[in-house]
């Protein structure tokens, strides 16, 4: 059988993964437009920052395709598909067929459209190659801007910062990650990456990039100049899901997929960023473009090309990050994002003012939390989000912090038809024996 993947990241290289451990007679092909080993983008911010090397990085060793016996067409892009014909076609013309694809292009960067992006010293951030680029240009920068105060944003801050860079952030928003914190919780991350010596710059955009070839400065809306030698633009991605044309596959923001990861074509899959597959707290597709899903993704979805029956766990988002030290984990509905209706939400402020609870109740379950400083609970705390589990016994040991996996396992005990997936079976006995005590 003819297996071509296209994207060579997290859920192409999963994917290629599972198909060889089940199979080593398939031909597989990962077809990419970066032409480098497997790394994580997770981790790129730290070769900004140069606590981390390019080996340091690389989730798979750089022989792994050699060893496993698959087929590289690297440094080329996947143009169109043809599902009537299986093949699928390249910037260089040439034409690959296939038996089962897996889409796993993943997603870009998109600048903002600000007058002077094309200046040098203005950078994006996705790929190790902006990471090099941008640590490389730093040698000549004393204060970067960095526009947007997302996850990718902030990851640019904090590199810069711990590079001995003077770093501004600006966002257009009323506070940093917006899409995930209230305001409460978006202040104490703000304060503490104020301390840290960082400038945050609230409730206004960038006009312009100023200066001749080079980044010399920005200009605000609010006309104020501020002096810098390098931009970083951290505000938007796009799916790169152009290639899928009038194939018929059915998309909206991203690949729509089912929980076999199938697109509605038949013998095309899709996985990682670049989908949008269930999320069971949301009830609906979304977009979650996290590590975890893209691996499990192209796990599932390669085990289906092969004919088995793998279906996608129940799953959330999680959120995690380091803010210069201070942890951030949020999970499920915030409220951000999305109206709750008949959401309670109960807010605990730790005894420092680095630390914050947030619970987000929807009748007897949680559908969502934000942890700031203290984020021991966040596995446990997990589990009861996307899980669904009804915590009404619970709840109050929840709220007073008092509670770890022991702790909650009455309730889990409770809800053990719901642990199901095939690495929760060792629990899922362990909460049976226990029940029947
Ligand atoms: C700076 C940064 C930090 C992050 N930190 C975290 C984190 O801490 N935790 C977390 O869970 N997630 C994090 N993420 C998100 C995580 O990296 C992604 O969810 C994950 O990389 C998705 O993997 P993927 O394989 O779906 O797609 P991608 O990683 O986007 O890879 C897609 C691949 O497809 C290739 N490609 C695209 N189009 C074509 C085409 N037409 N032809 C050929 N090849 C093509 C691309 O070159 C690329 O190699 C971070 C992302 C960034 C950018």
């Known amino acids: 059988m003819e297996i ?7 859920a192409g290289v999963t994917a290629a993964e599972t198909l060889r451990k089940l199979d080593k007679s398939c031909r597989i092909t990962v077809i990419s437009r970066e032409d480098t080993p497997p790394y994580s983008r997770c981790l790129v911010n730290y070769i900004i920052s140069g606590k981390k090397k390019i080996d340091d990085i690389l989730f798979r060793p750089v022989d792994f395709y050699k060893t496993n016996s698959i087929n590289t067409i690297f440094g080329v892009e996947a143009t169109n598909i043809y599902p009537e014909s299986k093949e699928i076609l390249l910037n260089t013309q040439v034409k690959i067929k296939y038996d089962k694809l897996l889409v796993a292009t993943g997603a870009s960067p998109v600048l903002s459209g600000v007058e002077g992006e094309n200046k040098d010293g203005v950078f994006v951030l996705r790929t190790m190659e902006d990471a090099l680029k941008i640590r490389k240009y730093s040698e000549n920068v004393a204060t970067a801007v960095v526009l947007g105060g997302g996850l990718v944003g902030i990851k640019a801050v904090t590199a810069l910062f711990e590079l001995g860079k003077k770093v501004k952030l600006i966002v257009s928003s009323s506070g940093i990650l917006s ?23 609230k409730r206004t955009s960038v ?22 030698q390098m931009v970083i633009v951290g505000k938007g991605v796009e799916v790169n899901k152009s290639l899928i044309g009038e194939t018929g596959i059915e998309a909206g923001q991203g690949i729509i997929v089912d929980d076999h990861c199938r697109t509605s074509v038949p013998d095309i899959y899709a996985a990682g960023d670049v989908v949008q597959s269930a999320d069971n707290v949301r009830k609906s597709a979304w977009i979650n473009a996290l590590w975890p899903f893209a691996a499990e993704e192209g796990r599932v979805a390669a085990e289906n090309m092969l004919g088995k029956d793998s279906v996608l766990r129940q799953r959330t988002s999680m959120n995690s990050l380091n803010l210069l030290g201070l942890p951030v984990i949020t999970c499920g509905l915030t409220g951000m994002r999305e109206k709750i209706t008949d959401a309670e939400k109960v807010t605990i402020k730790g005894k420092d003012k680095t630390t914050m609870k947030r619970f987000v109740f929807k009748g007897n379950k949680i559908v969502g939390f934000v942890l700031i400083g203290d984020i ?10 996307r899980k669904e589990i009804d915590i009404s016994g619970a709840k109050d040991s929840i709220l007073s912090g008092r509670f770890d996996f022991a702790s909650m396992l009455p309730v889990f005990m409770d809800n053990c038809e719901k642990f199901n997936d095939d690495t929760e079976k060792e629990f899922k006995q362990i909460f049976k024996t226990y029940k029947n005590k």
């Open 4 to 10: 071509v993947i296209i994207g060579n990241h997290c």
């Open 179 to 201: 899409q995930n914190l209230d305001a409460d919780e978006a202040e104490i991350a703000e304060n503490y990456l104020i301390s840290n010596g960082i400038d945050i710059i």
């Open 207 to 228: 006009s312009k990039i100023l200066g001749s070839e080079k980044v010399e400065g920005v200009k605000t809306s609010t006309g104020e100049i501020i002096d810098c």
């Open 376 to 385: 021991r609970d966040a596995g446990v705390l997990n589990t009861i989000v």
